[in-house]
């Protein structure tokens, strides 16, 4: 009870469409919106995969005329938004697709904020106040179960030109929502296992994170456990049985519920170091992510003993106190890492050159006073030390 009394608004305004072959309704879903010739946001991996075709040949089926816009890199920069907002504007498109995993989501995001402003730089739209526009009918389709960016209303974007270089920053606005989103597990059935286990750690960040933030709420803590229980349950199974359906379809919808629940909270300290490393190294954001949570959580433990507790016991833990609990819920995310085979901070071929760097940037984040424990960038330091150390 002790959020309950706490003033909230819980707002989503995705219409999610899901389950096994869902895709199917891809035009009749584009009509709906009120989309009639669509740019096609995604990346080359997407294409290569042959996941691409199996959405042009629907819209084709149909007779619906689109472009396609496949210059998304992983860690999307900000030039990216202006590329693709660019094609979408030779093409005369009037509506938006994105098909892949969180960059072309993001990246279809804040092409669609360029589009409603009539602009071509995304850096003049970072924070929660300025996109103020509605933009074109858009469509996600995830083919990972990772970042839930499919139904959540943020763009986390590399800003090439920052003063020390390039950071992470955050478009977020409920004007960037899909309209719709297309759920269809049967598209994650050929993620290979590195990707599987990168992106589903960072689904059970988010549902950590969104959990224990300390601007968290009930509606969110909901659904936040709920994803821990089911990530837990099936993200093994999904890395070590690519082809088994139902471990990833647990795997897809534990992620849009994670994205429900940090969207409607926050993230927090484990992200804003991830994100630093991921500006800093270009590394891939799942795999930051799960380097550092456990280090984080251990480093908050005397601020959210309970909540800890409750999420080892959605994890299926059992313990007898809740410090019990919540040490048991730190150790299980560590060994989670080792079990789907992620790569410990050493490997990455970081240095500790960095760390004062990487400690002012996590300072800096917006996220940073949603963490349990307030952090400073002594802290991060010691967080960063610590994970080193292994």
């Known amino acids: 009870m002790d959020r309950m009394l706490t003033p909230f608004e819980f707002t989503l305004p995705t219409k999610i469409v899901w389950g096994p072959g869902c895709v199917k309704n891809l035009a009749h879903e584009l009509a709906l919106a009120g989309g009639h010739k669509p740019l096609i946001v995604t990346d080359r991996g997407i294409r290569g995969a042959g996941i691409l075709d199996k959405v042009t040949a629907l819209l084709d089926e149909a007779g619906i005329e689109y472009a396609v816009f496949d210059g998304v890199e992983a860690n999307p920069k900000d030039l990216n938004f202006a590329v693709g907002a660019a094609a979408a504007r030779a093409a005369g498109t009037d509506s938006l697709i994105a098909v892949g995993g969180g960059s072309p989501i993001d990246c279809a995001k804040s092409i669609g904020v360029l589009l409603a402003h009539d602009a071509t730089d995304i850096r003049l739209y970072e924070g929660k106040t300025a996109a103020t526009k509605p933009q074109p009918p858009f469509l996600t389709i995830p083919t990972t179960a990772g970042t839930g960016s499919e139904i959540t209303f943020s763009s986390v974007i590399t800003n090439t030109a920052g003063a020390d270089g390039p950071y992470k920053m955050t478009v977020k606005s409920p004007y960037t929502a899909a309209t719709t989103a297309l ?208």
């Not at 601007?215 to 803590?221: H, L, M, N």
């Not at 484990?270 to 550092?292: K, M, R, W």
């Not at 990455?348 to 990487?358: A, I, P, Q, S, V």
């Not at 940073?368 to 080193?388: C, E, Q």
């Open 183 to 390: 759920c269809d597990p049967e598209l994650t059935l050929t993620v290979p296992a590195s990707i599987t286990a990168a992106t589903g750690m960072d689904a059970l960040t988010h549902a950590i994170e969104g959990y224990t933030a300390t601007c968290s709420e009930p509606v969110a803590d909901a659904v936040a456990l709920y994803a821990v229980e089911l990530i837990c349950k099936n993200l093994v199974r999904a890395v070590e049985h690519g082809d088994d359906l139902e471990a990833r379809a647990g795997m897809l919808m534990g992620s849009l519920l994670a994205g429900m629940a940090f969207s409607h909270a926050d993230v927090a300290s484990v992200h804003c170091v991830a994100e630093a490393l991921g500006s800093v190294y270009d590394q891939p954001h799942g795999t930051c992510n799960a380097i550092f949570l456990p280090y984080v959580m251990e480093y908050n433990m005397d601020y959210c003993v309970a909540r800890y507790a409750r999420i080892a016991r959605a994890m299926g833990l059992s313990f007898e106190t809740e410090e019990e609990g919540a040490k048991k819920a730190v150790a299980y995310v560590k060994q989670l890492a080792v079990d789907v085979h992620l790569p410990d901070f050493k490997s990455l071929g970081t240095g500790d050159d960095k760390f004062e760097l990487l400690a002012e940037m996590s300072e800096r984040n917006g996220s940073n006073p949603s963490n349990p424990r307030p952090m400073t960038k002594a802290d991060y330091l010691t967080v960063l030390r610590r994970a080193y150390a292994g």
